[in-house]
């Protein structure tokens, strides 16, 4: 595609839910970036794939996080058992290298009631 | 741990004044620092991308100057317009074996009709 697309775009749940998130980069993009924006901080970084490998997850804040990336394509950032601080925007971001300038989507605003 | 900041956290101007934007990072053994601007509800956009190489990089009415050693870049926008209102972030690019961009806090500008 043009560009990294993300769905949904925004998304309400209710605390202890599970939720998924998808991101679409940029085609031909091997590196694929998840970061988190929460109100009033700024970007975290939560994980980083090599195509469908993820050497490092060092970001992810919990065991309640987890991603997966097939085809060197699609990933998909899994939140188990939501709870009310995980209310944020979620941003994707693709390269065409692991040190090439990183393309953000339009993120999925993620609220947990 | 490389903290990136931002100041100030807002800004108000008249249409038609320079806009000055300053970002400051504790390690200065940085690959790259690239300048981002987000509008409400949306993504990041990349602005300019300055290698460390570099000393500045322009883009139109945008100027952005790095000086490694002392930790600091600005963002000079010329002849701000109303269509400039949004928030600048400035992410560092950590040096060659690292890919993850840590982010500042970011400005939000308003630029007055």
């Known amino acids: 595609g043009a560009g990294v697309s993300q769905s949904p775009s925004n998304k309400v749940t209710e605390k202890g839910k599970d939720v998924e998130l998808r991101c679409d980069p940029i085609?031909?993009?091997?590196?694929l970036y998840w970061y988190r924006q929460s109100l009033g901080q700024g970007l975290e970084f939560l994980i980083y794939f090599q195509g469908n490998s993820a050497p490092d997850k060092s970001g992810l804040p919990s065991d309640r996080f987890s991603a997966e990336r097939t085809g060197g394509s699609v990933s998909t950032l899994t939140i188990q058992r939501t709870q009310q601080e995980d209310s944020a925007v979620y941003l994707c971001?693709?390269?065409?290298?692991?040190?090439?300038?990183?393309?953000f989507g339009p993120g999925t605003r993620l609220l947990v009631l | 741990k490389q903290e990136v900041t931002q100041i100030p956290a807002a800004l108000s101007v008249p249409e038609g004044e320079n806009l000055v934007l300053n970002c400051s990072f504790t390690d200065s053994a940085i690959y790259n620092l690239q300048w981002f601007r987000q509008d409400p509800g949306k993504g990041l956009t990349s602005l300019l991308l300055i290698q460390s190489s570099q000393r500045e990089q322009t883009s139109g009415r945008l100027n952005a100057s790095l000086d490694k050693s002392s930790g600091r870049s600005t963002l000079y926008i010329a002849a701000s317009q109303p269509g400039d209102s949004a928030t600048y972030l400035c992410a560092v690019d950590p040096s060659g074996n690292d890919y993850k961009l840590s982010f500042g806090a970011g400005t939000t500008v308003t630029v007055r009709a």
């Open positions: 085609s031909g993009h091997t590196a």
């Open positions: 971001a693709s390269s065409f290298g692991p040190f090439e300038t990183q393309y």
